[in-house]
């Protein structure tokens, strides 16, 4: 419909044999994806579909045997502020999120938090996410540190997965005026489900670097856009010293690698917005790039396509401009709005 929620798909099976691993792992942009021991790299098939509901994103799909590994490095290099609601509805996803393990069986739902380590294996499986933001999560979950990995389980679980299926039976038929009810009926029913869960026993005390990276995290968001953000103005902002800051960033090339990558994600996000009017050379001008060769090489280091591509409608991205598309989506969802 045309005044309907925003809608794109994917599916390996257009590109040639042996790639459609490799575009999926690009769409995604969240973790390594390999095939298991002893399966071709040409069985490998995904097919997904997926929706824009205000702030949270909903995909549907099934894949092959997989093998997902959200690392360290891929933590530090993308720094994605994001809660993933998984249900399987057929097959079968195990792995091990940050020392807990974890297995959904259909009609299962567990807890994902791409702030920290996880990897996973699945059979042939069909399965749903919700990727929602990091505040809007909080908002609903204040204890999401202890969450990472966990099964919800019970009747409002049980009404939870009800929800997500529904949501991808009807949201083809949703209006743009009917989606912030959507959206908030989704977010209260997820706070609903996590509330029930009981208190979690099994969850050491979050170790300092830890918490450390997340409020540097959160300051250099706050800050993407200034002119003076250095390692200095982050250690005074977080109270720490150089080496203990370096330390907390080592993985991922450093603490100011991380900042570029966050201003590039920044201004992707920027660029793939209709209603962003602005050009290329000031949009990187305003993210703290003196030079716009500098930055459009960086860009295309970073996302594999020129800054133009990441327009709507530029569409010669190798990805193709639907994995562009999906991809701004999600980085939209951990990148702070401008400030007023």
Not at 18 to 31: D, H, I, K
Not at 132 to 145: D, E, G, K, S, Y
Not at 167 to 172: N, T
Not at 178 to 184: F, K, L, M
């Amino acid at each position: 419909m045309a005044d309907g929620v925003p809608y794109l798909t994917f599916e390996s099976a257009e590109f040639p044999a042996g790639e459609g691993r490799r575009r999926w792992e690009a769409l995604t942009g969240a973790y390594d994806v390999t095939v298991p021991d002893g399966q071709a790299e040409a069985d490998f098939d995904v097919k997904s579909e997926s929706w824009l509901l205000g702030e949270l994103v909903i995909t549907h799909g099934r894949l092959t045997p997989v093998v997902l590994n959200r690392s360290e490095t891929r933590i530090a290099a993308d720094g994605r502020e994001t809660f993933t609601i998984g249900l399987v509805t057929r097959g079968l996803l195990a792995g091990d999120f940050d020392g807990r393990a974890c297995e959904l069986r259909p009609g299962q739902v567990c807890v994902i938090d791409f702030a920290r380590p996880w990897r996973a294996h699945s059979g042939v499986t069909e399965f749903i996410l919700l990727s929602v933001p990091r505040a809007a999560f909080l908002a609903v979950a204040p204890n999401a540190r202890e969450l990472h990995g966990r099964l919800l389980d019970g009747a409002t679980a049980r009404i939870l997965t009800e929800h997500l299926m529904a949501l991808v039976r009807h949201l083809p038929q949703v209006g743009s005026s009917e989606a912030p009810v959507v959206q908030r009926a989704t977010l209260r029913m997820v706070g609903d489900s996590l509330e029930a869960l009981a208190p979690c026993e099994d969850v050491a005390a979050e170790p300092m670097e830890s918490r450390l990276t997340y409020r540097a995290r959160r300051f250099i968001d706050e800050q993407l856009s200034s002119a003076d953000l250095s390692p200095a103005t982050i250690c005074a902002a977080v109270g720490v010293s150089r080496p203990t800051l370096y330390r907390a960033f080592r993985r991922g090339g450093g603490i100011m690698s991380y900042v570029q990558r966050r201003r590039l994600e920044a201004v992707h996000v920027r660029l793939s917005d209709p209603a962003e009017t602005r050009g290329v050379a000031e949009l990187a001008l305003a993210a703290g790039y003196a030079s716009h060769a500098h930055f459009s090489t960086a860009f295309r280091r970073r996302f594999g396509y020129a800054p133009r591509d990441a327009r709507p409608g530029g569409g010669s991205g190798p990805v193709g401009n639907p994995a562009l598309q999906f991809r701004s989506w999600v980085l939209n969802l951990a990148t702070p709005p401008d400030p007023p």
